[in-house]
């Protein structure tokens, strides 16, 4: 009997370099993969840089989401972030 596939991006989130909401797209070029930890650092990171409300509302979404301890069953949060 095979062994089951393993999809090895599983449970890795599409970071848009440049957000949406400033004009970034969904092109290969301004999507990077990160681990939901990663994701959200990445947004803490903005918000302190920048002060942007939108980085603050996914940094806080996405820590909720991983302090539920969600992450082990791969459900996604709310708003689509990926």
């Known amino acids: 009997m095979p062994a089951a596939a393993v999809n090895l991006l599983e449970g890795f989130h599409k970071h848009h370099i440049v957000p949406?909401?400033?004009?970034?797209?969904?092109?290969?070029s301004n999507l990077v993969l990160l681990h939901p930890y990663?994701?959200?650092i990445a947004h803490f990171v903005r918000w302190?840089?920048?002060g942007t409300?939108?980085?603050a509302w996914a940094f806080n979404r996405l820590k909720a989401w991983l302090d539920s301890g969600?992450?082990?069953?791969?459900?996604?949060?709310?708003?689509?972030?990926?």
């Open 53 to 55: 409300h939108g980085d």
């Open 48 to 50: 302190k840089m920048y």
């Open 20 to 28: 949406k909401h400033l004009g970034g797209d969904d092109s290969p």
């Open 38 to 40: 990663d994701h959200a």
């Open 70 to 82: 969600d992450i082990v069953t791969g459900k996604q949060i709310g708003r689509a972030h990926v």
